[in-house]
């Protein structure tokens, strides 16, 4: 049974830093894209940053300059270090992945932003 465990939320002051880690588990298939997605409290999940089997990435607007998104292949991990965090980027963050033509998502982890 294939797995996402995400790890590293927290509470953090403004213009803090969280690192987010995210490990597959359980599949034999090497993961293909995989992404950050986070929902806030009455709004919709948006993507944040993903990256694919070639290490091309991508990033919502809103977090260009402040977040990175990486992986660890050997490890099946991805990564996302946030810094210079906004009070707007509280929201609970989800981890997932494309492994044989099927997306898996984690259990999220929530992320709070605020003095």
């Known amino acids: 049974q294939v797995q996402l465990v995400e790890s590293g939320g927290g509470l953090v002051q403004p213009g803090g830093s969280l690192r987010l880690s995210c490990a597959v588990s359980?599949?034999?298939?090497?993961?293909?894209?995989m992404g950050w997605y986070r929902q806030a409290p009455g709004k919709q999940r948006e993507l944040v940053a993903r990256?694919?089997?070639?290490?091309?990435?991508n990033y919502v607007d809103s977090v260009k300059g402040r977040f990175t998104i990486s992986r660890d292949k050997a490890k099946d991990t991805v990564y996302l270090q946030m810094n210079s965090l906004k009070p707007e980027d509280t929201a609970v963050y989800y981890c997932n992945a494309l492994i044989d033509a099927r997306r898996y998502w984690g259990q999220g982890t929530q992320v709070a932003v605020s003095s």
């Open positions: 990256i694919s089997s070639g290490n091309s990435t």
């Open positions: 359980g599949s034999i298939f090497r993961s293909n894209t």
